[in-house]
Every structure is written in C-alpha cells, then in structure tokens.
C-alpha cells in the first residue's frame, strides 16, 4: 500500500478520497486553484499546494503542475478522482514517466475508450449491440446532417470526448440541427479541447442502466452489480439508484458479462463503468445497448458501495498498488436498495440555471448506517462560478426500494441550505411524484412530470407567517434581556419585553411580503405568550429556542394544541425569513418600516447577467426586432452554455459586451426597447 498519494481533483470527490487514505493510513496532497484556497477538500488533506489560477485550463488541468506537486511532496501515486484529468490518456502516459503510480487504467485502454466513436467501433467488432448512428471521423456540418436524416429524427449529437451530460443536444427536426450541432461543438470544446461528435438515434423511453466493473492486474474482473441512472435533466443525472428496478437476473448476468468482456478487451486494470441504453421493452425482453466506457470512477459510485458493503476506492488504492482483487464475482452480492440524490446549487424553476454565493446556512440530516453525505462544502463556504455547481450527493439505504424512498424523503427535509438557489425542494417532490415512487423510469420522466414537478406558485399557510413571527419574537425577547442583564439595574421594569401598557392592550402588527402578496400578523400580548391574527384565523402562540445560531434558530412552536419543530433563518440584509417547516422551505420577506431596503433588478428594459460568464456569441443585430423569447445572445458560464432571451416583443438598441468578453453577475448585456 502507498505512504501518500496525491488528489488530482476538488471538492466532494476529493474528499471521499482523502477519507479513505486516512483510514486506511495513507497521507493525502491534496491541490487547489486560487480560488479554492479555503476549500474543504484542501483542510481536509495533510498537505496541499496551490498549482494556478481559477480557470480549470490554468490549474486543474494543467498535468506538468499537478506532476511537479506529487513529486515536490513525495507522493507515489496520483488519485484522479473523475472529470478533469481521470480520463487524459496523456496525463496517465506522463504518471508512468514520471514513476508517479496513476490510480486508474492503463493510458492504452483509456485511449481505446476515451472516444466515444472508437469505443463504439471496437465494441461493434466484439458483436456488443450499438444503437443505430454514426460515429466515424469525418465531421463537415453537412454531411453529419444528412448522417442525421438518414439514422432519423429525434436524434442525439454527443461529443466523441463528453460526459456529465456536456456537450449532448437532442435534436428533434432538421431544421434544428445546425444550430445545435454548432452549440454541442463549442461546448465539448469548452469542456474537452475537442468538437468531434458522434450521432445516434434517441430512444423514446429508454433507460440509463450502467455496470460498475473492477479489474486488477493479474487477469481477474468482475462486475459489482447495476445502477440505473435514468432520471436526468439536460442529460446529466439527478437521481441514480442501485440495483436497478425490474432487473430480472437473467438480464443483469447477461449485462455483467458484456462489461466485464468489454473491460477484458482493452486490458483494463481498476475502477470503471460500462454504460447501456435499455429501450421502452425493458420489461418484455433482455435487448441493451452499448453507449459508452467511463474509465473512472463515477459520481455515483456510493450506491453500489452501500449494496455491497464495499468500499471502491479501496479497491482502486489496493489494485493501484498491486495487489489483486479483494474479492471473486461469486463472492458479491447484492443488500437492500441505496438511493443517490444530487445537491445542486441551482434553480429548476429556471431551466435549472446554476446559482453562485456563499452557503450563509447549511445544515445536513444526521450521517448512520442508512444516511450518507458526500460533500466538498460547509458552512460559509462559496459556490463559485468557475467549477460545476454539485454542493453535495445524498445517498440512503434500506432493505428495500419502499424504505428507501422513505429515507431519501426525510433526509431531503431535513437538508436545508440558505445563501444559494438549490435544487432540494425539486427533489423533495421528484421522489414523491407517483411515476419515480411507482419505478416507471425512463430519461423523459422529468419532462412528462412537469405538472408536478414544477407547480405554479402558491401562498403559503398562515402557519408560515406564525412561526416567523414567534421566531421574531422570541429575538427580541433575548435581545431585551441580554441588554437588561448589561443595565445597571437588571431588575427595572423598563427592561422587559412584555409589550406591558398602561390601560392599553398591547398590539403591533408584523408585515410579511410573499411575491406580490401582503400579510399582516397581528400580535398581542399575553400572559404567557402571544395571539396572533392572520385574515380570519386567531391562534394563541407560544414558543421557545430549541438551537440558534449566527443566521438561524431552531424552535419549538405551540399555536393553539398544534406543536410544530420550524427552523427560520434570517437574512437581515435583505429582510428574508427563510422558514423551514414540514419538509418545505418557505421564503418570506419582512415589511419592516424601519429598514430601507434598495430595490434591486435590471431598469430600462436592460438584460443582465445571471451570473458571471463569457459572452459567446450574438445571435441578433443591433436595431433587430425580435419576438418575445427570441434569443440574443448566448452565455458561457459554470461549464454550461445559456442562451438569452428578448423578456417581450421589442428592438435591440446595443450590446454592451462583445463576443468572447466576459462579464460579472449583474452586468447589462443589452439595451432593450419594449414595444408599447
């Protein structure tokens, strides 16, 4: 076993390796760009050295860096982790120049994989089936069109370098194709120094079922079960669950040996995942289809270590380091069913447009047996948008599919982030809507549940608005007495915040704002609490701290017989009350005559920047009318592209930024004239 290795990666991913290295007593280096100079993957490692500045091209991607950190430190060996350098065959070439141990496969198979047409031909040699497409070298615009019309529409164009959904448009009429061949290109450039693309034909209902393979370097390999991964938006996973429902084991046997004879094929050693498509027949016959190798490990690879009981990136340590296999494929077996929801700093509401600031509040459900966090974030820490927006990856366990669900929806309520847009409360209602829950999966499931997935606003329920007021409350109740026990006189009447009025009753009332809705809670004192009043409902509320914090409070609220556990975090700048109650977070804002509050948002019909990114391209002219939602320019941000749109009909009367400029969240991108 090695002394120490090397992370060549960031956030949650590094950290799941330094956990293991430091149970198993391997020292960990971890790496960092400046902009990751306080990040948890870097306080976590017993070293760590800076190796360039925020943009992944000018450190995490930079090999000759990362090599002279490992051997700066004395590290024998590298852990690439996935994404940036994990499948660089060139880089895995350098390790073994170096005499630097690369934890993964050889640099050949990463080459015979890496490339999405390569892999897809040297599969078809070895009669694994291939959805219908092209995947050959040449890539003139035109000729890869009448490629598409020739497999079919709808169609899928992936670049031949892709993953984690980048670089994949699905294209669904010709008319379409240029503009998205054009937009997948600079993407998976953006992403992967490469435009090549491969075409195949899309798969109405299909799922995403892939096999975890493992193989050392003494000839043996195995297969350590599926996970299904069908649940996606923008084709990147949001839910993935192991083992995959309805997977007969006729099927799963016969995927277990595709895999581990494509692994065989290319000599593979270590950790790596064998992806197939399965068409709507999943339950009626055993067809799959070859899609791709990832030769790394995945972001989901904690569902199968929690159905196994193993650990993978122990095996990747012990492998790396010549040993062989832990284990014989007759000696795994499946337990119970493992859940992984994907934390995301972002807003589904808008087309899942990613969200940068710094985490002001976060508070995870309890860690056990049955509840597991990997996460690269704590409290206080900053999204940025140079990296990919994942906070976290929520995973659970039970005996069963049913527990699970159960587990993964008690632990999404009891996950609660402020300081950031997140995708929690859309994956509260995605593992409740009946199609997941009933384990009718397929890639369009998101898509088909709109309805329920992303409902229209409504208000929330008076209970809101009492909590917050308590909450409020009981503050100034504890501001009061921390200021009378600082008095002179500790005891004086005048110190107490019991609202106490000669011949008068007291009463205040507590504006909240909801959207564009106003609500008035009424409060008066009484003996031993408070009666509140919203509308036509009065309740006699009592309440007292359970946990506080520097943004939050967690209280125990009695109104009337009804006793409710809340937690409410305040926002003092901008007035918001974030209220978490019965699994939902409720966003409110106090009215409060007394602060004054900038109102915010772009003026004179000006576009602005949703967040901080690259100007990519111009899609109309200046003095152009458009229709509404026409687009105008396209925006490179957090590896993604977002295309703008015109709010309503009207004229473009300037750019404010070129293409290839960048711009800061906030910025005016256009002046925009509404037509009257």
Known sequence: MFSKILIANRGEIACRVIRTARRLGVRSVAVYSEADADARHVRMADEAVCIGPAAVRESYLVGERILDAAQRTGAQAIHPGYGFLAENDRFADACAAAGIVFIGPPAAAIRAMGSKSAAKTLMDAAGVPLTPGYHGEEQEPAFLQRQAE??????????????????????????????????????????????????????????????????????????????????????????????????TPERRAAMGRAAVDAARAVGYVGAGTVEFIVGDRFAQDGSFYFMEMNTRLQVEHPVTEMITGQDLVEWQLRVASGEPLPLRQDQLDI??????????????????????????????????????????????????????????????????????????????????????????????????????????????????????????????????????AVAGLLREQAAASARASQSGDPWSPWSRHDGWRLNLQPRRTLTYRCGDSRHEVVVANVA???????????????????????????????????????????????????????????????????????????????????????????????????????????????????????????????FRYAAGEQVADGDELVDFEVER
Request: proline content about 5%; aromatic content about 6%.
């Open 150 to 247: 020739a497999i079919g529409y709808p169609v899928l164009i992936k670049a031949t370098a892709g993953g984690g959904g980048k670089g994949m448009r699905l294209v669904e009429k010709g008319e379409d194709f240029a503009a998205a061949l054009a937009s997948c290109q600079r993407e998976a450039i953006s992403s992967f120094c490469s435009g090549q693309v491969l075409l195949e034909k899309y798969l109405w209902r299909s799922r995403h079922i892939e096999i975890q393979i493992f193989a050392d370097g003494r000839g043996n390999c195995v297969h350590l079960f599926e996970r299904d991964c069908s649940v996606q938006r923008r084709h990147q996973k949001v839910l993935e669950e192991a083992p995959a429902p309805g997977m």
């Open 335 to 468: 337990r119970g069913h493992a859940l992984e929801a994907r934390i995301y700093a972002e807003n589904p509401e808008q087309d899942f447009l990613p969200s940068t600031g710094r985490l002001l509040h976060l508070a995870r459900p309890a860690e056990s047996l049955n509840v597991r966090v990997d996460t690269g974030f704590e409290q206080g820490d900053e999204i940025t948008p140079y990296y990919d927006p994942m906070i976290a990856k929520l995973i659970v366990w039970d005996v069963d599919r049913h527990a699970a669900l159960a587990r993964m929806r008690q632990a999404l309520a009891d996950y609660r982030i402020v300081g950031v847009v997140n995708n929690i409360g859309f994956l509260s209602r995605l593992v409740a809507c009946p199609a997941f829950a009933n384990a009718d999966l397929d890639t369009g499931l998101i898509e088909r549940s709109r309805g329920l997935l992303f409902p229209l606003p409504s208000e929330p329920p008076n209970s809101v608005f009492f909590v917050a």
């Open 528 to 654: 031993d609490g408070w009666r509140l009043t919203l509308g036509n409902e009065t309740v006699l509320a009592r309440g007292r701290v359970l946990d506080s914090g520097q943004f939050a409070g967690q209280l125990a609220v009695e109104l009337d017989d009804r006793r409710l556990v809340a937690s409410v975090v305040v926002l003092k700048e901008k007035q918001e009350r974030h209220v978490f109650l019965n699994g939902m977070n409720y966003v409110i804002v106090r009215d409060d005559p007394l602060h004054l509050v900038e109102a915010g948002g772009a003026h004179g019909g000006g576009l602005t920047a949703p967040m901080p990114g690259k100007v990519i391209a111009l899609l109309a002219a200046v003095g152009q009318r458009v229709e509404k939602g026409a687009p105008l320019l396209i925006l490179e941000a957090m590896k993604m592209e977002h295309t703008i749109t015109a709010p309503k009909n009207g004229r473009v009367q300037a």
